[in-house]
């Protein structure tokens, strides 16, 4: 289907080669995902999207945009469509205020599921929803569990973000998905404001980095620490990098299981979190705490 990438760091930092540069960057990774391509990056707290329907191997703007990005929240993805044209609209990742969400799977008969799933969203929102795909419907339902706990445009933690997503996906499964029927929901979900960052695994592979064998910028970073070139200790990290697959190079990658769920907070606290009901019910494992 498609690949997903999230990057979020204490200081602004150059993605090209994630993006670009290494053997299997995103672009490269286009090849098998041809259908379209975003990427958002955050400039004074607000996202900046540019999005094509283009594949990104051969698109002469998603190697300007990744080579000029330099930002403490970036997400990116390609897009191999299984609902909806290949059209700018129908390509990830989704934007509304603050928020920018990207989605690796698929909800099965979706167009019978339509209706019923944009009936599940608040209908201040649901008018925002301009393309064709599920995946911008599951974005817009997440906008519509996540405002339950306060303002869009507020401070919202990864307690109430982590949360929201699992209700997310909860609402989709019952309305979507048959029991005793194989094809199921995949909603392996990425969303930021440009603070917090979480991603859910939900049935596509999605792996998890914090620290390299060796930061090939230790010498000239402001921002070096242990936690930089070691499991963190005391739960905080200095960047977080989310992928579908481990991007080669000296980052060390955890594979997150069905129902998992990890993020960071606007401290650059790290928090990986078991399939459960909900981190707000207890159910995180805080990592270092």
Not at 117 to 128: K, N, V
Not at 169 to 178: F, K
Not at 248 to 270: C, P, S
Request: proline share 4%; glycine share 8%.
């Amino acid at each position: 289907m498609c690949r997903i990438f999230g990057f979020r760091s204490v200081i602004p930092s150059q993605v090209h080669r994630s993006l670009v540069a290494a053997d299997n960057a995103l672009a490269v990774q286009s090849e098998r995902h041809p259908d379209g391509w975003g990427v958002a990056y955050y400039v004074d707290g607000a996202p900046h999207v540019t999005k094509s329907a283009a594949g990104a191997m051969d698109d002469a703007l998603f190697r300007r945009v990744s080579g000029i990005v330099s930002s403490e929240t970036v997400v990116a993805h390609i897009r191999k469509a299984t609902q909806g044209a290949m059209t700018v609209l129908n390509s990830h990742p989704f934007q509304y205020g603050r928020w920018v969400m990207a989605h690796n799977g698929d909800i099965p008969n979706f167009p019978a599921m339509r209706a019923p799933l944009e009936a599940a969203i608040a209908p201040r929102l649901r008018r925002f929803i301009l393309g064709e795909t599920d995946s911008e419907r599951v974005f817009f339902l997440f906008l519509s569990e996540l405002s339950k706990y306060g303002e869009l445009g507020g401070r919202l933690g990864l307690e109430e973000v982590s949360a929201a997503l699992r209700e997310t996906v909860s609402i989709v499964r019952t309305i979507a998905d048959v029991p005793g029927e194989k094809a199921r929901s995949l909603l392996t979900l990425l969303v930021t404001n440009g603070q917090v960052m979480a991603a859910h695994q939900g049935g596509k592979e999605l792996y998890y980095s914090t620290w390299k064998r060796r930061c090939a910028d230790r010498d000239i970073c402001p921002s070096l620490s242990a936690a930089c070139e070691a499991p963190t200790r005391d739960g905080r990290v200095n960047h977080m990098v989310i992928a579908s697959e481990p991007l080669q190079g000296e980052n060390v990658w955890e594979a997150l299981g069905e129902g998992d769920i990890v993020g960071v907070d606007w401290r650059m606290k790290l928090v990986v979190s078991k399939d459960g009901p909900s981190l707000a019910q207890g159910s995180e494992a805080a990592v270092g705490s």
